[in-house]
T-cell receptor, first 113, second 113 residues
């Protein structure tokens, strides 16, 4: 195990629902990331948090709302999603400044109906 | 604009053969080049990485070859095994954007017995 856990592993939601994805890292890292993985596309970086402060928001639609209450937990709040938002959402953690390495969780497979 | 281009999209190799996956980039600011391995239902896992001050790095059956002048790097898997069947992603990190990772589109490797 990489030390990064994500829940739920699978999620089906309607376009009017509100749901949240959770990520937890047990590696003592200071940075956490949300990525979107779609078939035949590069992993897309969505958000970066460094020491709980958001340092990157790659033009992500406002229907995705991240929250980082502490350096071990990261949430992605979802509301009024579109079918094209269906994808695998990956969380990663890393130690910015000490190493370039990023460690990924298993992902949440999201289906928007 | 895709920052890192990866090929081939899919690869089939006989057991015991050599698997070769190639990546190319344009941004000379990139200074860290990892390869990730992803099995179905799992998140990407760091396999091996290289910095541009060396031309080759080997870890067991996995080797990265790096050509700085050509802005290309490749992953070689020697003595490929069925257990190596997975999707492989190359990436590049830009220190000017907080070490943000730019990923290739992935290569699906199948090693047949």
């Amino acid at each position: 195990e990489t030390g990064v856990t994500q829940t739920p592993r699978h999620l089906v939601m309607g376009m009017t629902n509100k749901k949240s994805l959770k990520c937890e890292q047990h590696l003592g890292h200071n940075a956490m990331y949300w990525y979107k993985q779609s078939a035949k596309k590069p992993l897309e970086l969505m958000f970066v948090y460094n020491f709980k402060e958001q340092t990157e928001n790659n033009s992500v639609p406002s229907r995705f709302s991240p929250e980082c209450p502490n350096s071990s937990h990261l949430f992605l709040h979802l509301h009024t999603l579109q079918p094209e938002d269906s994808a695998l959402y990956l969380c990663a953690s890393g130690d910015q400044g000490a190493s370039y390495e990023q460690y990924f969780g298993p992902g949440t497979r999201l289906t928007v109906t | 604009q895709q920052q890192v281009k990866q090929s081939p999209q899919s690869l089939i190799v006989q057991k015991g053969g050599i698997s070769i996956i190639n990546c190319a980039y344009e941004n000379t600011a990139f200074d860290y080049f990892p390869w990730y391995q992803q099995f179905p239902g799992k998140g990407p896992a760091l396999l091996i990485a290289i910095r541009p001050d060396v031309s080759e790095k080997k870890e067991g059956r996995f080797t990265i070859s790096f050509n700085k002048s050509a802005k290309q790097f490749s992953l070689h898997i020697m003595d490929s095994q069925p257990g190596d069947s997975a999707t492989y992603f190359c990436a590049a990190s830009n220190p000017n954007t907080g070490n943000q990772f730019y990923f290739g589109t992935g290569t699906s490797l199948t090693v047949i017995p």
